[in-house]
Each structure stands twice: as C-alpha cells, then as structure tokens.
Nanobody, 119 residues
Framework: QVQLVESGGGSVQAGGSLRLSCAAS????????MNWYRQAPGKEREWVAG???????GVADSVKGRFTASRDNAKNTVSLQMNSLKPEDTAMYYC?????????????WGQGTQVTVSS
C-alpha cells in the first residue's frame, strides 16, 4: 500500500507561481512512477506531468514551458513547480503513484490539493 499526501495548493493571480509537493509512504519510493493529474469542475481528470523511477520526466503540452516535475528519492517526495499560472490551470491537483507488478499496475492517489488562479 502507498499513501500520498499533497500540499502547496492555494490561490494565486494569473502569472504567479505555486509549488505542489507530494509525500509518499508505505513503499520503496524509488520503485514508483510518479505523476500529477488535475481535474477542473465539469471536466475529466487529465495528466499534467510525470517523473519516472530513473528521473526522466515529461509534461502535458498545455503546461509545457511553465510546469516542471521533480522527485527527491531521499525524502520520498515529488514536486510540481508551476510558473506563469493561467486561470485555466484552476483545478484540483492529484498526486499519483504507479507500481508495476507481475500482476499488473497498481495505482494510488492522494486526496488532492486545490489550485485557483484568478485573472
């Protein structure tokens, strides 16, 4: 079992920055593929950024050049640095951990943290 706890959400004006963090426990962190998702009201949850076990990362086109994901295996944390925020970035942001096993992929989710960007 993996427990994920997000922090760092809040309200900010357009053009501002926020840094989200996700603390993981319950499993060897280095074995987890970590992702950030978001869900705006009335919309489906969408992938925002991911960072693999080896440190390779990627972000969605909608946030490219503005968001950066990173991980600290020593602290069992993953972060999402969000710069140049736009009102359309307003959403609940979720931390996700994927554990690949011989029986398939186990997915774990945090409770979410709200990000609100005002114009």
């Amino acid at each position: 079992q993996v427990q994920l706890v997000e922090s760092g959400g809040g309200s900010v004006q357009a053009g501002g920055s926020l840094r989200l963090s996700c603390a993981a426990s319950g499993r060897t962190f280095s074995s987890l593929e970590m992702n950030w998702y978001r869900q705006a009201p009335g919309k489906e949850r969408e992938w925002v950024a991911g960072i693999g076990r080896s440190g390779g990362s990627g972000v969605a086109d909608s946030v490219k050049g503005r968001f950066t994901a990173s991980r600290d295996n020593a602290k069992n944390t993953v972060s999402l640095q969000m710069n140049s925020l736009k009102p359309e970035d307003t959403a609940m942001y979720y931390c996700n951990a994927d554990l690949f096993t011989s029986l398939g992929t186990r997915r774990y989710w945090g409770q979410g943290t709200q990000v609100t960007v005002s114009s």
